[in-house]
Antibody, heavy 120, light 107 residues
Framework: EVQLLESGGGLVQPGGSLRLSCAGS????????MNWVRQTPGKGLEWVSG????????FYADSVVGRFTIYRDNSKNTLYLQMNSLRVADTAVYFC?????????????WGQGTLVTVSS | DIQMTQSPSSLSASVGDRVTITCRAS??????LSWYQQKPGKAPKFLIY???TLQSGVPSRFSGSGSGTDFTLTITSLEPDDFATYYC?????????FGQGTRLEIK
């Protein structure tokens, strides 16, 4: 059974940093691209970042370029999102999501989400 | 960026009804369109990819169609478990983008 378990969320002041983790199990982790998707409370879904299976290719939404870094440790089956220079607008539930094996990038399994609150 | 627009934003229906949700892309995305279902406090659930291919385990009352810029999600014979918010998502180009969601409520 595929499982994704996020951790690392919490309360941080504007300008601060936080690192999210996502531990994957039940699948061959390094065979799949992984992504972070966030959801503002009461609002819709926003793709944040993605990384290829080997970790060599990364992709970011314009809203986080230069502030967030996605990376993975395939030896630990873990995905990370380093978030720096956090803004109030980054407040959201952050989900990690596994890429499906089909053409295109879509998310067949999701973690339960971790809440990031940026507030003074 | 490709903008995805869903309609309606909300919809009231009864158990047993047939409902259709529309998703329109701001430019052609061929068939790189997926649908998700989300219930309050839960992660989205993957329903359909490639515009019309049902993910394994998804009931056959769900179906998707369309290509280019116009897509639909149809649920025939609504069941109580289907009342949720539905999102479309394009994977034709980065940044990946979602529709704003359609909330399906019980009438």
């Amino acid at each position: 059974e595929v499982q994704l378990l996020e951790s690392g969320g919490g309360l941080v002041q504007p300008g601060g940093s936080l690192r999210l983790s996502c531990a994957g199990s039940g699948f061959t982790f390094n065979n799949y691209a992984m992504n972070w998707v966030r959801q503002t409370p009461g609002k819709g879904l926003e793709w944040v970042s993605g990384v290829s299976g080997g970790g060599g290719s990364t992709f970011y939404a314009d809203s986080v370029v230069g502030r967030f870094t996605i990376y993975r440790d395939n030896s630990k089956n873990t995905l990370y999102l380093q978030m720096n220079s956090l803004r109030v607008a980054d407040t959201a539930v952050y989900f990690c999501a596994k890429d499906s094996p089909s053409d295109g990038v879509q998310f067949d399994y999701w973690g339960q989400g971790t809440l990031v609150t940026v507030s003074s | 960026d490709i903008q995805m627009t869903q309609s309606p934003s909300s919809l009231s229906a009864s158990v047993g009804d047939r409902v259709t949700i529309t998703c329109r892309a701001s430019q052609s995305i061929r068939s790189f369109l997926s649908w998700y279902q989300q219930k309050p406090g839960k992660a989205p659930k993957f329903l359909i990819y490639g515009a019309s291919t049902l993910q394994s385990g998804v009931p056959s009352r769900f179906s998707g169609s369309g290509s280019g810029t116009d897509f639909t999600l149809t649920i025939t014979s609504l069941e109580p478990d289907d009342f949720a918010t539905y999102y479309c998502q394009q994977s034709f180009s980065n940044p990946l983008t979602f529709g704003q969601g359609t909330r399906l409520e019980i009438k």
